[in-house]
């Protein structure tokens, strides 16, 4: 059974990655990309379905401690056992060729006796490979996929009931290796990798890239830990930055709300920008802002929500049945059917993300204006249109406050785009006029006078979260009524145990699906923002603080927090929340820069 999805670790190459839990086992890995079908998927069922676990043969289940080494990718764990102290160092190296998970057992006192499982199921757990010894290696084989394992020779190996069975024992000092590579199984072995060597430079890598880093404000660490999860959900090739390492982890324990996070949102753009600009990581930020460029180039009414990590289009859902699912939350899906959604609040996002990244000095390419000002020409005629919003509903179309008010964010960044680029072909007077019109109508259906409050959707009583973000973009100034008002509704009635969630699930008629959820982390972070854009200071610290305290402990968070049974919830580890984490932390630090002068 699979551990709490807290209880996992993350480790990558920057073009997969793998989770580890406290126990020494990896229940979750694609290969060879975030998108690839799972060799191990025991997260979603069983260990059946696919794990690699090595740790003491004798004493407790779980590590004692673990933490990622200095500012890197690299997890260090920690047995103490009756006969002695041992500790594994998993890692995945940035890859050359293969991808390679590398696993180094050293011992730290006294000597203790190691046991390893490795079961590899191909296709999310549903194919049991032919494994066979080669060179030294246990290769197992399925239809397009091979994976090598290597090991020291002093370690035992053998095959049992389909599983790869490893024993040996380490004594203080001594260091024993395990490299398991995956290659297309139609070509010849990759080149091995010198596990050592790997170490330590994997260590000098993620060193010399975290010193980039120039926030140095009171939550260093923890911004720093978020900006090093962010790029290890980044697909190096593209620069596209997976919302998350996994699917199905659901948002309520045996509920249905379970989705494939592993693709690119543009919903995610703008506050990407910021965190990575912001925070000293210009190259990220110009590699995301490029990737967004090339997935959004063609038709703008052909604009997705979302793309592939190489900017696919085609992503289409369907259901895996022979997966349990976690704690037996069902169904398991791959791909996501809202690729087909109308959201119109992505005009918005890559408006202002193109906004933004010149503001920030990017290098700006002659056809981005054109692809620009073509996308504007759709949403001028596409605006008073009801959408699906933000959150993806799966209900009927509503006309969301948030899309309109990001609507109403690519008309004012269009407009000033002009205004500061007089080269550029276009009126400025054109889009202040859709500006203005957007606004006018938003504060006159999307407003409530009575609860001094925005509502989630024109005419309706329910509240959205992503109303928070209206000061922050610029459409009303934090210190207006309306705004105050808006906070305090949203931080009152979307309470959720002192968190928020995204909206009223319980009154709902435009969600479409039965059940609940936790609070939303990422809103969470934004009512934090948003409290201390009014003025609210302490109280956004005092709230910051308690969000930074839900992470486990290698700082990782998931998606929601289920505030009853006091656990994370959704997938992990999920980018948006880390963008909260690292975008509040500059706002309540005083290092709000990239946006200043942007909203």
């Known amino acids: 059974m699979p551990g709490l999805i807290e209880d996992y670790a993350l480790i990558g190459d920057l073009q997969t990655a793998a989770l580890v839990g406290r126990d020494g086992s990896i229940d979750w890995l694609c290969l060879p990309r975030f998108d690839s079908a799972a060799c191990f998927a025991a997260l979603l069922g069983d260990q059946e379905n696919g794990h690699w676990r090595i740790a003491p043969a004798h004493g407790p289940g779980n590590c004692a401690r673990r933490s990622y080494i200095g ?18 160092i998993d890692l995945m190296p940035q890859r050359d060729r293969a991808p390679d998970v590398i696993r180094i057992v050293e011992g730290v006192s006294g000597r203790v006796e190691m046991k390893g499982e490795l079961r590899l199921r191909f296709d999310y757990g549903n194919i049991v490979p032919w494994v066979r010894r080669v060179d030294g290696h246990r290769v197992a084989i399925a239809g397009p996929d091979s994976a090598w394992l290597r090991s020291e020779p002093e370690v035992h190996t053998y095959g049992k ?25 139609h070509e010849k072995r990759p080149q091995l990798v010198d596990p050592y060597k790997s170490l330590e430079q994997s260590l000098q890598d993620w060193e010399k890239w975290a010193s980039q880093c120039r926030y140095d404000g009171p939550w260093r660490d923890a911004v720093l830990r978020s900006l090093i999860t962010l790029k290890a959900l980044t697909y190096a090739p593209s620069g596209g930055i997976v919302a998350a390492a996994t699917t199905s982890l659901p948002e309520e324990i045996r509920g249905v709300r379970n989705w494939d996070y592993r693709y690119c949102w543009l919903r995610d753009s703008t506050l990407t920008l910021n ?13 995301w802002r490029d990737w967004l460029l090339r997935a959004v180039a063609g038709d703008p009414a052909d604009l997705q929500i979302m793309y592939g990590i190489e900017g696919e289009r085609r992503l289409a859902e369907t259901e895996i049945p022979w997966l349990d699912g976690y704690e037996a939350s069902l169904p398991i899906r ?49 605006w008073r249109e009801p959408d699906e919003g933000l959150w993806e509903v799966r209900g009927d179309r509503q006309h969301f406050v948030h ?42 259906k999307g407003f ?14 329910e509240l959205d979260a992503a109303t928070l973000l209206i000061p922050q973009v610029g459409f009303l100034p ?20 002192g968190f928020v969630r995204r909206y009223t699930l ?87 820069g990239a946006r200043q002068g942007v909203s």
């Open 506 to 592: 319980e009154e709902s008629s435009v969600d479409g699906l039965p059940g609940g959820e936790g609070s939303f982390l990422a809103c969470s972070f934004w009512l934090a923002d948003a409290l201390h854009r009014t003025g609210r200071e302490d109280e956004a610290r005092v709230l910051f603080e308690k969000l930074l305290a839900l992470r486990n402990d290698v700082g990782l968070l998931a998606e929601e927090w289920d505030a009853v049974e006091g656990r994370q919830l959704g997938n992990f580890p999920q980018a948006f929340s880390h963008i909260g984490l690292v975008n509040t932390a500059l706002t309540l630090s005083g290092f709000d």
């Open 275 to 287: 965190a990575l600009v912001t925070s000293g990581f210009m190259t990220e930020a110009a590699e």
């Open 403 to 444: 899309s309109k008010v990001m609507a109403w964010v690519a008309a004012d960044r269009a407009a000033r785009t002009l205004e500061s680029r007089p080269q550029l072909k276009g009126s400025p007077a054109r889009w202040r006029a859709m500006r203005d019109e957007v606004h006018r109508e938003v504060l006159r």
């Open 161 to 185: 009931d389909f599983c790869t069975y490893a024993e040996f024992a380490v004594s203080a000092g001594e260091r024993v290796a395990f490299v398991l590579t995956w290659h297309p199984s």
């Open 71 to 88: 500012d890197t990718l690299v997890l260090e764990s920690v047995w103490e056992t009756g006969s002695g102290t041992v500790k594994i």
């Open 478 to 497: 934090a210190t207006d009524p309306r705004v105050i008002g808006t906070v305090e509704a949203v931080r009152r009635e979307l309470d959720h145990g």
């Open 334 to 382: 791959v791909g996501n059917a809202a690729v087909d959604q109308l959201q119109l609040d992505v005009y918005g996002e890559v408006m202002d993300s193109l906004f933004l990244g010149h503001a920030a000095g990017m290098p700006t390419e002659q056809h981005t204006w054109a692809v620009q000002r073509a996308m504007m020409n759709f949403l001028e005629g596409k």
């Open 448 to 461: 409530d006078p009575v609860r001094n409050t925005f509502t989630q959707f024109y005419g309706s009583r």
